[in-house]
Nanobody, 122 residues
Framework: QVQLVESGGGLVQAGESLRLSCAAS????????MGWFRQVPGKEREFVAA????????DYADSVKGRFTISRDNAKNTVYLQMNSLKPEDTAVYYC???????????????WGQGTQVTVSS
């Protein structure tokens, strides 16, 4: 049983920054990797970034590479997503999830958070 809670979303203007947090609780010993995904109405959920909790190695979607940074704090069982140079196209509900290894495939993740809304105005 794992609980994931995202926070840090909000409304910003294009070019501004936000930092999302995902705090894990429960049986956190099973979490080897965590990822961020996003979804807009009428579209499939898409991969954003993922990180290995043990090594810190990261992976990014091409659409966010160079602008977003994923990081983790194992002592706090928390993963962050620093989002810089935000664009209106980044507007979505952002979800975090846990998995046994770093992957881009959403069906390989187990527990998911409730999501946090990010809105970027033009």
């Amino acid at each position: 049983q794992v609980q994931l809670v995202e926070s840090g979303g909000g409304l910003v203007q294009a070019g501004e920054s936000l930092r999302l947090s995902c705090a894990a609780s429960g049986r956190t010993f099973s979490i080897a990797a965590m990822g961020w995904f996003r979804q807009v109405p009428g579209k499939e959920r898409e991969f954003v970034a993922a990180i290995s909790m043990s090594t810190g190695s990261s992976d990014y979607a091409d659409s966010v590479k160079g602008r977003f940074t994923i990081s983790r704090d194992n002592a706090k069982n928390t993963v962050y997503l620093q989002m810089n140079s935000l664009k209106p196209e980044d507007t979505a509900v952002y979800y975090c999830a846990e998995s046994y290894y770093r992957t881009r495939l959403q069906w390989e993740y187990g527990y998911w958070g409730q999501g946090t809304q990010v809105t970027v105005s033009s």
